[in-house]
Structure formats: structure tokens, C-alpha cells
């Protein structure tokens, strides 16, 4: 059963939507907007505003923000969160870490070993990026990683990218932008699989995974507006087969100017 914690409001698109610490984390790219708020619903903060926000991931008590600073054009900032005077918290000074030029709204996660970046496929930059954590820590407040050739991962069916998640061990979820396929990847060897489909019409949306449930941020394009939804499930490996319950949602798109509002339509596993 999917539970509404927090409505965002009419003409809102949602974006990034991760857990940490006991609260649930996310944004949305119309004003910009970035919200902390507990995992039952209690205790909206408004942490600031970074326009283009997109995806987002902890790592050392940092908080790390894919986002636009120009058509095309996409950073992960890194941000300490600090006190903003008011009993709240507030985004602090960012520090680009990955700078993806040629990209639009591009997603990542970081575990505490890679950093995974994946490529819209809006533009000529395409696929998954694999950098390792002496890598990320090396362009703290010195330098910038770059999307090259070097650092590729997996393979050529990984062109598209809409959103990542890691599952247990190995395992890391992606989606499609152009596809309805929601696919698994094993991070040992960058093989590939289909896990099923959303069906014609409907597409699932960012989502983070905390104590056996999935959170994800979903737009439905029926009514214009956004919300957050709590979903319980298994663990990660095997919840894939239960998004047929999502099926009454639509995926947040891409404020892309070409991209179209779609119909839901039911989850499908293979």
C-alpha cells in the first residue's frame, strides 16, 4: 500500500528522492526546491534552492546533487548541510566533483566504494561512468572528474539512463528514458538483464531504498502533480516483481521540451 507523506503541489516536476539518517531527502527542478522530511511525514525543512536539481545520494555526511547549469551542461555538487539559525539545516557552499558537459539530468549513485554516473542519452553523451572513491575524494576542492572513455562501464545497451539504485550485493537497478525496461546490472562484471516492464504508456521514477521500503518521487501527468509515496517491499534483489503496484502512478519525466505526458499502464516483471 503506497502512502502520500509530503504533495508538492500543482505544476511541480519532482526530482531526486533519497534516505538518510532517518529522513527521507528531495527536490524538485520547477523553482528548484530541496526538502528534508521524516520518514512518517513530520518535520518539513526546506534546505535551499539549486535550479536543475535532479538526483542526489549521502556519502561521508555530504550531501551530493546531480543537477544543470546550462542547457546541456550537468554537475554532482557535493554540500554540507548547516545550521540555518532557525533550528533547521541548510545547503552550505557546493564543490563540483563530476563535471558531465554534453549532458542533460544526468543520475548517479555512491556507495562507499564507486561513484556510478548515468548519462541521459538526450545529447551524444550516453551510458553508465564508473569512478572509485579515491578518485571522487582526489576532486574534492581540486579538479573536476570528467566523462571520458576511460572510466565507460558495462555494456552498449546501457545508453539510456533515468535513474539508478543499488540493490544487495552486486546489484545495480537502472531505467530507460526512451524504453519502458527497468534493468539489472551486476557491478562484478557490467552484465545485463531485464527485469521487466512498465508497458506501454507508464514509466517508474526516482527512488531510494531504506529498512524494506521504496521511496519514489512521481509526477502523473493526469492532474500536474507530484508527491512522494512510500511503498513496502522485500528486500531489494527481489522487489522488482512487486512494482506492479505503482501501477496507478506515472514517472516524473524530464522538463525536456520535447518529452510528452504519457498514461499509466500496469508493471509487468519478466
Keep these: 500500500m503506497a502512502t502520500p ?8 516536476n519532482g526530482a531526486f528522492i533519497v534516505v538518510s539518517g532517518g529522513k527521507l531527502y528531495f527536490g524538485e527542478n520547477t523553482a528548484g526546491s530541496i526538502y528534508s522530511i521524516n520518514t512518517d511525514g513530520s518535520g518539513v525543512d526546506v534546505l535551499g534552492s539549486l535550479a536543475g536539481n ?13 543537477h544543470d547549469v546550462g542547457t546541456y551542461n550537468s ?19 557546493d564543490d563540483t566533483i563530476v563535471n558531465a558537459d554534453g549532458d542533460y539530468n544526468g543520475v548517479f549513485e555512491y556507495s562507499g566504494g564507486e561513484l556510478y554516473y548515468g548519462a541521459s542519452g538526450y545529447n551524444p553523451v550516453k551510458g553508465l561512468y564508473r569512478f572509485t ?4 575524494t582526489g576532486a574534492i576542492g581540486a579538479g573536476e572528474l570528467v566523462l571520458d572513455v576511460d572510466h565507460k562501464f558495462g555494456a552498449t545497451t546501457t545508453n539510456h539512463v533515468g535513474a539508478l539504485a543499488f540493490g544487495n550485493g552486486t546489484d545495480l537497478w537502472k531505467d530507460d528514458p526512451f524504453s519502458t525496461n527497468l534493468l539489472l546490472f551486476d557491478r562484478s562484471n557490467g552484465g545485463v538483464s531485464t527485469i521487466g516492464t512498465a508497458g506501454s504508456g507508464s514509466t517508474l521514477g526516482q527512488l531510494d531504498f531504506a529498512a524494506n521500503s521504496l521511496f519514489v518521487n512521481v509526477t502523473d501527468f493526469n492532474t500536474s502533480r507530484s508527491s512522494i509515496f512510500k511503498v513496502s517491499v522485500p528486500e531489494p534483489s527481489t522487489a522488482a516483481i512487486l512494482f506492479a503496484g505503482l501501477a496507478l502512478f506515472l ?7 520535447c518529452a510528452a505526458p504519457s498514461s499509466a499502464s500496469a508493471f509487468s516483471p519478466n
Design 133 to 136: 572513491s579515491s578518485e571522487v
Design 5 to 12: 507523506l509530503y504533495n508538492l503541489g500543482s505544476g511541480i
Design 251 to 257: 514517472r516524473r519525466r524530464r522538463p525536456f521540451p
Design 75 to 93: 554537475r554532482i555538487s557535493r554540500f554540507d548541510l548547516v545550521a540555518d539559525g532557525s533550528g533547521g539545516l541548510m545547503l552550505g557552499s
Design 54 to 66: 535532479y538526483d542526489a545520494a549521502f556519502f561521508g555526511g555530504r550531501l551530493y546533487v546531480s
